[in-house]
């Protein structure tokens, strides 16, 4: 007996077994819950309103949430278990619309995709030749430059499908000189493909005319294997050690990924038939979910996935809703640490291209920094922690509608730009950045990170906002003004977090620079990455010391470069070439490994002397 | 709700939707219940009694069957539908164990087989070390002589799910270069191989073991495709012209063979995971049918299927249960008539290698030849009709127990050899070709293939025998002698089939003869290969003039020779390669257009003049 679940608004439904989480069922339904600890209970973030129909709440919930709350109906999503008919209303926080980056940066390419259409009229006679069709369309392709066609059985099951009667030939799809298969008339002119970018977090997809070259949409959506573990450990360990755990985690990403597919075909009024290519980068682990590989070895020294390369398959065998005769692709990897995302994001900058010093930082869920000195390149993985992202902070959400994204310090007044402009909910990471950073220029937290106390800042415009109890904390926005936000704090905590993760940024750079016998005056070019490096202020980022002063530099902004990559990647095989001379060329420092990571780690935690000081 | 039927002997059950056949409840089941029109109830042979759960007769069983036998709850299951719970009594002949020949000539081969197993010892140091596993694997084997091995996605899966504590190492299973998986530790000493001759009837399986080359086990079963069809022109009809006919087709031999490994298996004590690679042979339609290529264009002019070559594709995906990571092969094909079965028999008995003029017969369901003359081979494929089979023969039945197989007509007297020695049910193939060569050497049978009346014949001691009505008969034997047995005759029409079967054959030889120069007396060995090739006595053979005298040739019978070439494609890449030369060699000569096929066909029909005298 199943039962339904409702949740509003939107009035999305699931029919769902006793005893299931309102998490699973909301995925279930189409639901965007969102959490960052998998389902633990410990981050209290996939709040949601529910009265009827669910087991009392756990002691868990007791402990996560105000008595209050829980008198109001209130639940966490992840530990409730549905009992019976339930009608649940989501909060706004845990429903916003998420603002994924999906544009960035690309290099122009020679259009020669992967895969090709070929065109071979036919008329009666020809089906009427002695011979098999198979070995006369073979020797025209052969014409075409295509050398010893090899077909598959699949290539020849569709070929067999299609009855000659009133033809005026075929189309055949083309892998190299592998026949895929074959379409009745001429179809040579539609050819699409679908670039992703696979994010721990998000996943993004681009829908391109592979006959033109162009992008035709875009559309993201949060990967749904997040109900496993917002980290990547986590759901190393959901694959090893849950029976069937692997499969699961493979199924999400593929049911995101498929979704995709759906809405940018309803965009596009194109049937999912029409995509015929798919090429996907990601982090490693990402990638090896996704392909179905035990990622057994990436949670042990050296710390390595079993295979580098590039992987393909069969879209039909792989259970991606493209057209069966379709291929599914991914870029190589560069180590169990340098996926094929980053791969794709020096891809898209040109970055092993640079005569002169130039550094990339991809900060999503992850950080990945990238430096050349002309020459070589190296690149390393920082365990920057969640707290760029929004996650593991007080008051913290990620980038979407009704987040504090923006936060000014001026004239004895903090100014707040909210995502949406609707009322706020709570902080994302590049608020953070810029709060923090306006706490430091105002005075009010020391050079190793302490927030003074009210009595201390005695004097600033600001000292009322500071106080001790319950904690040590900043109040950055007055209780429910407006009407229906949240009030937001940043806690001494939340700068400690925010600490070790510019930390281990910051190590990561100074190492790289010095492995590279490089100083920052050296660097030409930063260019900033991925979601949170597209929307942090640089002048906060380094009012922080994110980064350190690179003093001759140009800051740009990248936006989502791993996906323009696969976009090139797409497009040109030239490009799949060059990708596969890049993961070859970058050099992979693992920083945990690095004698000195300890002394650059603990020097990048202090915040930077010469801007502790108040805004003119 | 389902219906329980369940048949006597053996109480095997069904449990079937209503309205379904008795024929298809009998598959469901597991009860071979056989028949040769595909269920158009028009041969009768799938007789059964049941009194309680059908529906009425319909017309076309009142038709068939006596009103005496109707009155008994004899019923054609291709034609009673199931109403109610049913017990369905089988009757002797319909359920009778089929004698499949198995065994044929081979020729030695060195074992080389297309999948081959590495062990690669590893230690824990080796899985430690830095790179990819893949990497290293890659490089070992190269030492081994496997130039840059490819992994396939499947491979790295299975490598994954390989834990490397406590492992000495692990087996890579190969097919050339690419790396189709792993196991675990040293398994290098299973690798396991199934020859498969797909007949149009039967299904031959020969388990050989790849690491010695040896046979371990032999199996056969009918084609479950007999359902849709004694012959292949109805079985393509049937999977052009109804909805999912060809996969179901598909679907019906792939349950034949897997049945085949379930028992072969069972009776070797291996799991069917020790199967690795599968080989199989077939005519032209069987072999599309079996790789689910819609056959539309076999039955245009010019006849040709839509490739030739051999095909290969995993296990997994072709759904046979054979170990996941395995393939499936098949030979190369001819042309539309001459397919992979006839290059397995010239590969088996080395037809291509004689220097001397030899001819080969495979008369199964089709009737195959082909010639050589020391240099060049031709082949054609006889529309012989099913009369070989005991198909379309008044008594007839296929060789298998209760079938006479052998008649003598000696001093006045007629002797039937009947297979297992039980009371006789009908007459197979080599019973019907002694009865007619016994009728035409005792004079009751014309040159021109008239049976003589009762009156014409007098003075011969077996004149009472025929009789006028109700058809023009010969008696075999007598009614209810012995008891249990059913009363076999030889009609005028049975004759008239099996001239037209011999003619056609005839014509075949003739002709192919006549293209390669060669008249019967340069003929130094005749082959005869399959079924009825091995059980017809070659003195009948003759006596009945299927062949022409060839003075001076031995003839030798070499059994399942098609199969003995799927084993020889096993066991040896090298005896691939010579079969892709074979069927490149093979000139098809097309009968049908062969400007001289009527007169050689009349000219066939006759029963030789010479022999058309009383036994001494």
């Known amino acids: 007996m199943k039962i339904k679940v409702s949740f509003l608004p939107g009035g999305r439904e699931a029919q769902v077994d006793e005893g299931v989480c309102l998490l699973e069922a909301a995925r279930l339904a189409g639901v965007g819950l969102e959490g960052d600890c998998g389902g633990l209970g410990s981050c209290a973030k996939c709040r949601v309103i529910a009265h009827e129909g669910l087991a009392p709440p756990t002691v868990l919930e007791q402990e996560r949430l105000d008595n209050q709350d829980i008198a109001q109906g209130m639940r966490l999503a992840c530990q409730a278990q549905v009992k019976g008919p339930a009608q649940v209303t989501l909060l706004p926080s845990s429903t916003a619309r998420h603002h994924i980056l999906e544009e960035g940066v690309s290099r122009a390419v020679r259009l020669q995709p992967a895969l090709t259409k070929h065109f071979l009229p036919l008329d009666v006679g020809d089906w009427k030749r002695s011979g098999p069709l198979a070995a006369m369309i073979r020797e025209r392709l052969g014409r075409e430059g295509v050398r010893r066609a090899d077909f598959s059985v699949r290539a020849l099951q ?26 009745p008339g001429d179809t040579s002119g539609q050819l699409w493909g679908l670039a992703v970018d696979i994010g721990t977090t998000t996943v993004v997809g681009y829908l391109l005319d592979l ?91 050296p710390y390595n996935p079993i295979a580098m390369e590039g992987l393909s398959a069969s879209a039909k065998e792989m259970g991606l809703r493209i057209n069966p005769l379709g291929m599914v692709f991914s870029l190589p990897l560069v180590s169990g640490f340098i996926g094929s995302d980053t791969v794709g994001v020096v891809l898209a900058t040109g970055l092993h291209k640079s005569r002169k010093p130039r550094i990339a930082l991809d900060i999503g869920t992850n950080g990945e ?37 923006r936060v000014d310090f001026k004239h004895g007044r903090i100014a707040c730009h909210v995502i949406d402009e609707v009322p706020h909910q709570g902080i994302c990471g590049s608020g953070l950045v810029d709060a923090v950073s306006g706490l430091l220029a105002s005075g009010l937290i020391t050079a190793d990170g302490r927030l003074l106390t009210r009595q201390e800042a005695a004097g600033s415009p600001f000292a009322d906002r500071l106080s001790e109890e319950p904690l040590t904390q900043f109040r950055l926005t007055e209780k429910m003004l407006p009407p229906a936000s949240r009030q ?111 002394h650059h780690f603990l020097k990048g935690l202090a915040f930077p002397h010469e801007l502790a000081r108040p805004d003119p």
Chains 1, 2 share one sequence.
């Open 158 to 183: 569709s070929l067999g499908a299609i009855d000659p009667a009133g033809q005026e030939g075929l189309t055949a799809l083309l892998f190299q000189n592998q026949v895929l298969g074959f379409e």
């Open 369 to 405: 920094i990238v430096l050349t000195d002309g020459h070589r390149m190296a690149a390393c993985s920082c365990a920057a922690g969640p707290a760029f992202e929004g996650a593991h902070i007080q008051c913290g959400m990620r980038g979407c509608s009704g987040a504090i994204d």
């Open 488 to 598: 937001v704090v940043i806690t001494q905590k939340d700068i400690r977090e925010l600490q070790l993760a510019k930390g281990a940024m910051l190590a990561g750079v100074s190492i790289l620079l010095d492995i590279l016998d490089l100083g920052p005056e050296d660097i030409h070019e930063v260019l900033l990455a991925g979601a949170f490096g597209n929307y942090v202020r640089p002048r906060s980022a380094l009012g922080i010391g994110l980064l350190p002063t690179f003093p001759r530099a140009r800051i740009r902004q990248v936006g989502n470069a791993a996906g323009s990559g696969a976009r090139m990647a797409l497009l040109s095989q030239a490009a799949i070439k060059e990708a596969i001379r890049i993961a070859e060329r970058i050099g992979h420092i693992d920083l945990a490994r690095y004698p000195d990571f300890q």
């Open 211 to 301: 006959t033109h070259g162009r992008i035709a949409a875009v559309a993201s959506a949060l990967n749904e294997q997040q109900i496993h573990g917002a980290d990547v450990i986590t759901r190393i360990d959901y694959a090893l050690h849950h029976p069937q755990g692997l499969d699961r985690l493979r199924e999400l990403v593929l049911s995101t990924i498929n979704g995709i597919i759906e809405r940018i075909c309803q965009q596009q009024g194109l049937p999912d038939q029409a995509i015929y290519s798919l090429m996907v980068v990601g982090n490693t682990t990402i990638n090896q979910l996704f392909w179905g590989i035990p990622p057994r070895l990436l949670i042990r020294p």
